[in-house]
């Protein structure tokens, strides 16, 4: 707009985005106590993130456990 002296611009950005896998909305704590299907809406949630699968180890566990060293989070890339 020349008579104002502004002017209105609009961007776009294509890109890569990459979940950082130490963030700290995947730190081991935010999973204790969680079922599956808590801990897979929460993740769904975050940018990025467009499936997710959880296994629990034995069989007969519903939560994942309070122990650090018992829960592993894996992010995988894909393409």
Same mark, same amino acid.
């Not at 896998?21 to 204790?32: A, C, D, R, T, V």
């Not at 939560?63 to 890339?77: A, C, D, F, L, Q």
């Given at each position: 707009d020349l008579e104002n002296s502004t002017a209105t611009l609009q961007i776009f950005y294509?890109?890569?985005?990459?979940?950082?896998?130490?963030?700290?909305?995947?730190?081991? @704590?935010?999973?204790?106590g969680k079922t599956k299907d808590e801990i897979r809406r929460y993740l769904l949630k975050l940018d990025h *993130?467009? @499936?997710v699968n959880i296994k629990f180890t034995p069989g007969w566990i519903r939560?994942?456990?309070?122990?650090?060293?018992? *829960?592993?989070?894996?992010?995988?890339?894909v393409k």
């Open positions: 294509n890109g890569v985005a990459q979940l950082n896998p130490e963030s700290k909305q995947l730190e081991k @704590s935010m999973f204790f *993130v467009r @499936s939560t994942v456990s309070y122990v650090g060293e018992h *829960v592993n989070i894996i992010v995988k890339e």
